[in-house]
């Protein structure tokens, strides 16, 4: 069934503009050439957020925020372990999901940080990334009460990722 859905989709876009009288074709041709216009205005925000991550942790510097958080998530028991994670997960999802598959490999998709990490990834966000791209593309340039409020979800995500493992795993 899933082969279908592209082609079907297609044919019934097709046939919606030929009903209203439209150039199907045209109209692909419009949307796809606003959709690379899009893409130009989001290219140097990807590539800035993905140099920054990529800065951050070959200088050392998440491994240094890491050990000195480490504290912090012991006593609301969080795995110290995921602390590398909770750090990136706002800025780079794809960061996360590396860090996130390492944890699992290192301590086991069944141990309480494989759990914690899994609850994690599925209830946060990429706060800053979302933020930029999308309030980027739309020119909201005011995030004022966007950011913070972000990232107090993204707290609340993780502490009820660690929750959540503590109860019911």
Do not use: W
């Not at 044919?11 to 209203?20: E, M, T």
């Amino acid at each position: 069934m899933t082969d279908y859905i592209v082609p079907l989709l297609l044919f019934g876009v097709c046939a919606a503009a030929l009903y209203k009288k439209e150039h199907p074709y045209s109209l692909l041709i419009d949307g796809a050439s606003e959709g690379l216009k899009l893409l130009v205005t989001l290219i140097p925000t990807l590539i800035l957020l993905m140099t920054a991550v990529t800065m951050l942790r070959a200088s050392g510097a998440v491994e240094i925020i890491t050990k000195f958080l480490s504290p912090v998530f012991t006593f609301f028991g969080i795995p110290p372990e995921t602390a590398i994670l909770v750090l990136l997960r706002p800025i780079s999802g794809s960061a996360a999901l590396a860090v996130g598959i390492e944890l699992m490999a290192e301590h086991g998709v069944n141990s309480p940080v494989g759990r914690t990490v899994a609850v994690m990834l599925g209830s946060t966000e990429t706060t800053f990334y979302t933020i930029s791209v999308y309030f980027g593309a739309a020119g909201i340039q005011k995030t004022r009460y966007a950011i913070p409020a972000a990232l107090v979800a993204d707290l609340t995500g993780f502490f009820m990722a660690a929750l959540t493992v503590r109860l019911f795993f």
